[in-house]
């Protein structure tokens, strides 16, 4: 009883603890990383080694699918305007660039204070352009928007709980028509319990875009992007 009362389990010992609607958010540190975790997903974790704070890591890797997206598109006039629903760490923020204009989209106000405070994680406070955070349900803030973005990547299938009203026809109109001409919209699909592959394929055929899945498995990581 006492040894298991010491283990913290996989994730490490928490440094930071906060509950909001949306459940536990623990931040915690384990073989020189920092994570943010919620229920027993990972939503991002940083280097503790100033050398390496501001790669991103995980999920938001240079070598995994988005970071193949942002690689590609560097220089690209797509990436003036971007868009990112949900979150996390914030990790996604090393591949702005100076000039662009980055707006995350987050619905609890518990995530961003997190991804905000630089005792935490600092992708945000070490990002080259500083992105805006829009706090609220990103379907909401979206469909009466005037912004148009040439990425938008969608981020919010990650947890234990599916927000499934992202995941409709009505929802996937308000995306592309928030989409600048020839505009991407990227959805990370990576989750422990639900295959969202195929949903996505379905709700592309049915907006007639076209779509492609990318998957990079290894060791750590089943990493999807649809």
Known sequence: VLASGLYHGVHGAPIYRERS???????TEVHGLRRLVHGNTVHGQQSLDPARRHLPLT???IEGPIGEIFTSLKGDTRMRRVGVVGLGTGSLAFYAED???WTFFEI???????AENPRLFTFLTDARTKPHVELGDARLLLQPSSKSFGLLVVDAFGSDAIPVHLLTREAMRVYLDRLE?????AFHISNNYVDLEPVIA???????????ARIRRDLHNDDRLG
Do not use: M
């Open 21 to 27: 609607y949306f459940g536990i958010h623990r931040v």
């Open 59 to 61: 999920y938001y890797s």
């Open 99 to 101: 000039g662009q204009d």
């Open 108 to 114: 609890d106000p518990s995530v961003q204070r997190i």
């Open 181 to 185: 001409p020839g505009g991407l919209l």
């Open 202 to 212: 379905s709700l592309a055929q049915d907006a007639d875009p076209s779509c492609v």
